[in-house]
C-alpha cells in the first residue's frame, strides 16, 4: 500500500502548546512526528514558553518540564521513551541511533542521551523520540514507513544546506529503510525565509554554484529552495515534501528566531517510531 501523501495540520492543546503534525501518517504507520510552536510552556521571558533547549541560559527545570509537555502532546507518557537529542554543531554529519548508543537506559525526559556533534539524528528504533532545536534553522524530519520504518530529523543551517546535509540524510535513510525515493515522506518546519535570510556575496555565490541561480533572491538566499533541490536530487518527488512555509523572523511571536531577537529560546522537530 502506497503511503499516504504527507500533510500538516495545526493542533492546539487546553494547555496552550501549538504543534504541527500529521495525523494520517500516524494512522497508517505509527509513526509520530510533529514541530513545536514557542507556547504552552513554563519558560519566563526571553524564553518564553515552550524553549525545549539548556544551552541558552534558561532554568533547566524549566526545559525538563516543556521536553515533558511536548512529548505529552504529541500523544506519549515522557517516562515511557527514550528521549534523543543532539549536540547540534551547524554541520553535516548524521548520527544513526541504535541500541549500543545508550548506555544504561536510565535516560529520560529531563536527562536525554545526546548524540555529540551532529545536525542529523536516524533511527529503527521503536519508543525512541528524535528531538533537535531551531531558532531560524531549517527543520526537516523524514520518514520512511517501510521495508523497514526510519525515520530522520535534521537541523540544517546555512552551513548544513551547503554541505548538503538534507541530501544525504534523505539518501542515508532510503539506504537504511530499503526503500525507493518515491516511499519518503518528508516535512519541513518554520525556518527563515529568503524575505530575511540576507547574506555577503560570497554566501550568495557559493549557494549559486551549488544549488543555481534560482535559490539566490537579490541580496538574500532561499534555504527552502535550496533544501527541495537536494532532496530532488536525492530522488523525492516535490510531492512527498510538505512545508509550513513560514518565517521564523516574521512570526517570532510563534517561533524563537535568533535573527529576530537575539537571545531566545528554541522550538523542536520530534519523530518517534510507537
Known amino acids: 500500500m502506497a503511503p499516504p501523501s504527507p ?3 495545526r493542533r492546539e492543546q487546553s494547555d496552550g502548546i501549538v504543534i504541527h503534525t500529521d495525523e494520517d501518517l500516524y494512522e497508517h504507520s505509527r509513526i509520530r512526528v510533529a514541530f513545536s510552536e514557542r507556547t504552552g510552556g513554563v519558560s519566563r521571558s526571553p524564553w518564553q514558553s515552550l524553549n525545549l533547549a539548556t ?3 534558561d532554568e533547566e527545570p524549566h526545559v525538563a518540564v516543556n521536553r515533558a509537555r511536548l512529548l505529552s ?5 515522557p517516562q515511557a521513551v527514550d528521549l534523543v537529542m543532539a549536540g547540534q554543531v551547524h554541520g553535516d554529519s548524521i548520527a544513526t541511533i541504535d541500541q549500543d548508543a545508550f548506555s544504561s537506559g536510565e535516560a529520560d525526559y529531563g536527562e536525554p542521551f545526546v548524540a555529540p556533534a551532529t545536525d542529523a ?7 525512541v523520540a528524535l528531538l533537535m532545536l531551531y531558532a531560524d534553522c531549517v527543520p526537516i524530519i523524514l520518514v520512511a514507513e517501510a521495508p523497514t520504518p526510519s ?3 535534521v537541523h540544517a543551517g546555512w552551513r548544513g544546506v551547503l554541505g548538503l546535509l538534507p541530501e544525504k540524510a534523505a539518501r542515508g535513510l532510503i539506504d537504511r529503510a530499503g526503500c525507493l525515493p518515491q516511499d519518503v515522506s518528508v516535512y519541513i518546519g518554520a525556518h527563515i525565509g529568503s524575505c530575511c535570510f540576507r547574506v555577503a556575496e560570497e554566501l550568495s555565490l ?8 534560482s535559490v539566490v533572491v537579490g541580496s538574500s538566499v532561499d534555504l527552502h529552495a535550496a533544501v527541495e533541490i537536494g532532496l530532488a536530487r536525492a530522488g523525492i518527488p516535490s510531492e512527498r515534501i510538505t512545508s509550513l512555509r513560514t518565517c521564523t523572523v516574521h512570526n517570532s511571536d510563534r517561533f524563537f528566531s535568533y535573527r529576530a531577537d537575539g537571545l531566545t529560546g528554541r522550538h523542536g522537530a520530534l519523530a518517534l517510531i510507537d
Open 55 to 57: 544551552h541558552v541560559g
Open 151 to 153: 525515520i530522520c530529523v
Open 7 to 9: 500533510r500538516l495540520d
Open 73 to 77: 502532546a504529541v500523544g506519549v507518557e
Open 206 to 213: 557559493a549557494f549559486a554554484a551549488k544549488f543555481g541561480d
Open 121 to 127: 539524528l536516524l533511527t529503527q528504533h521503536r519508543d
